[in-house]
């Protein structure tokens, strides 16, 4: 069993930035497919951004192309979501999501159900 454990978020104001961290622990696989999504009141979930943990190129929505970038870190299992010039309409509970074993291919990264393990969330709201 894998738990995640997200930090990083708050409130800022329109413009601000902030820097979201995701920690795996748990069971050891070699990489993982790691994802945020986020879920904004009476909407759905969507995928924002992810990553392969072993490298190679994340993948953003492009809502938040050219404003959030993802990195990851396999040694540590760990994955960040550096986030810039947020907007209100960023403002949600993000979730970070995990899959052992697997890479972020772009058929892949942004399907719930390709998931098998979540984090708690952690709220981002952003004031205009």
């Known amino acids: 069993h894998v738990q995640l454990v997200e930090s990083g978020g708050g409130s800022v104001q329109a413009g601000g930035t902030l820097r979201l961290s995701c920690v795996a622990s748990?069971?050891?696989?070699?990489?993982?497919?790691m994802t945020w999504f986020r879920q904004a009141p009476g909407k759905e979930r969507e995928a924002v951004a992810g990553?392969?943990?072993?490298?190679?190129?994340?993948h953003l929505a492009d809502s938040v192309n050219g404003r959030f970038t993802i990195a990851g870190d396999n040694s540590k299992r760990t994955v960040y979501l550096q986030m810039n010039s947020l907007k209100p309409e960023d403002t949600a509970i993000y979730y970070c999501?995990?899959?052992?074993?697997?890479?972020?291919?772009?058929?892949?990264?942004?399907?719930?159900?390709?998931?098998?393990?979540w984090g708690q969330g952690t709220q981002v709201t952003v004031s205009s």
């Open positions: 990553i392969s943990t072993e490298g190679g190129q994340g």
């Open positions: 999501a995990a899959r052992p074993n697997a890479y972020c291919t772009p058929a892949f990264w942004n399907m719930p159900r390709n998931y098998n393990y």
């Open positions: 748990g069971d050891t696989y070699f990489y993982y497919c």
